[in-house]
Structures are given as structure tokens and as C-alpha cells.
């Protein structure tokens, strides 16, 4: 089966552009979650969805926000691009709602801001 | 918030020597997940452990909940287990957010 996939693998933007990012869970999973690591630090929350609806946020500006689909699948989307905006932005799936449910996590979007 | 230390921060080691990290976390929780971020930036998940011991192969891992701490043992280190090695919780009655520790970077030499 496959795991989480993530799109597209790398981008680069300049500032002020808006992107969007595309994850899949695995297959059966239904909540999906957002995560930020910039360089030398660890991932940080941003979104989790749940059927749909949004489940959690973290610390972040309302230039992000995120969306989930009937099939599941999700994007991330952040406008106003800053060169702080800079990070591998890591996607997770789980079964169910919680926080007692293992995350598997997808390789990743590298984002680059120029 | 919660906050989630890991020790040592850094870490170096000849292969086939033994190792041990420490993950601290400051509140109690029920999700407890230890990861490997290899050098491509890919998180693998290595054991799913809110409380009890489990062993992988050459890797175990063991949290005591009541004292808010976990161990990761890695034995028989190889070049392959290089890569910064995480631990992150999940708070109860939360949605499904991890809060990741500081990282343990490993490198391991011939």
C-alpha cells in the first residue's frame, strides 16, 4: 500500500506569491495534518482536518489555511509569501481523530523563497 | 505548552558501538512517537510507544509515562542510522498535533 504522498517535491517562489500544496494519506486514513521544519529545527503544527473540518491550528498567520476534500486528500495554502516562509512543509495521515494515533508522515515539500 | 527535551543534541559514534537518547517531556500524554529524519529529509516512524518497551531489530524504546521520559537504545550502530532522531507527544483530549522535541543529531563513522 502505498504511504503518504505528498506534491509537488520542491518549489521555489518569490515573495508575495501564494502556493499550494497537495497531500494523499494512506489509503483508509482520514484526518490529515500540516507540519513547517525550517532548517535546524524540528516540525511544527500548523492544521489537522477531520472529515472535512478542521480539527486544530497552530501558531501561525491567517496567510495559511487548508482544506480537505471528500477523498480525504488535502492542500495547504499559503499567499503572501515571505522569505521566513522557507521550510520542508511535511504532511501527515492517521486513522482517526486524536492525539493518541500514531502520524505517518510523507516525504515533504521543500520550499524555497527567493 | 508542553515543552519536550532530548538529549544529547549531538552525538557521534563509531559503528557497532551501543547508544541510548533521552526524550523529557514536561506535562503527561498519550501518544508518544520516536522518528528518524534521514539526511534527504524524510521522517520515518519508528515506534509509536505512549507507554511500555518495544524492540525493532536493533532498536528498542521505552517510556515511563509516570515519569514523563522516554529511551531510544540503538545497538550495533550502522553509517545508515546517521540523521537527527525525534521524539514527539501528543497532549490528551487535543487534535491529532505532535509537539517534537529538540532533536538528537547522530552521526555515526566507519
Known amino acids: 500500500d502505498a504511504g503518504v504522498t505528498q506534491s509537488p517535491t520542491h518549489l521555489i517562489k518569490t515573495r508575495g506569491q501564494h502556493v499550494t500544496l497537495r497531500c494523499s494519506p494512506i489509503s483508509g486514513h482520514k484526518s490529515v495534518s500540516w507540519y513547517q521544519q525550517v532548517l535546524g529545527q524540528g516540525p511544527q503544527f500548523i492544521f489537522q482536518?477531520?472529515?472535512?473540518?478542521?480539527?486544530g491550528r497552530g501558531n501561525f498567520p491567517d496567510r495559511f489555511s487548508a482544506r480537505q476534500f471528500p477523498n480525504y486528500s488535502s492542500e495547504l495554502n499559503v499567499n503572501a509569501l515571505l522569505l521566513g516562509d522557507s521550510a520542508l512543509y511535511l504532511c501527515?495521515?492517521?486513522?482517526?481523530?486524536?492525539?493518541?494515533?500514531?502520524?505517518?508522515f510523507g516525504d515533504g515539500t521543500r520550499l524555497s523563497i527567493l | 505548552g508542553i515543552q519536550v527535551e532530548q538529549s544529547p543534541p549531538d552525538l557521534i559514534l563509531q559503528e557497532g558501538a551501543n547508544s541510548t537518547l533521552r526524550c523529557n517531556f514536561s506535562d503527561s500524554v498519550n501518544n508518544l512517537q520516536w522518528f528518524h529524519q534521514n539526511p534527504w529529509g524524510q521522517l520515518i516512524n519508528l515506534f509509536y510507544?505512549?507507554?511500555g518497551t518495544k524492540q525493532n531489530g536493533r532498536l528498542s524504546a521505552t517510556t515511563v509515562a509516570t515519569e514523563r521520559y522516554s529511551l531510544l537504545y540503538i545497538s550495533s550502530s550502522q553509517t545508515t542510522d546517521s540523521g537527527v532522531y525525534f521524539c514527539a507527544v501528543g497532549l490528551t483530549g487535543t487534535a491529532s498535533k505532535l509537539t517534537f522535541g529538540t532533536g538528537t543529531r547522530l552521526q555515526v563513522t566507519l
Open positions: 501527515a495521515s492517521s486513522s482517526r481523530q486524536g492525539a493518541n494515533q500514531p502520524q505517518h
Open positions: 482536518y477531520y472529515e472535512k473540518e478542521e480539527r
Open positions: 510507544i505512549p507507554s
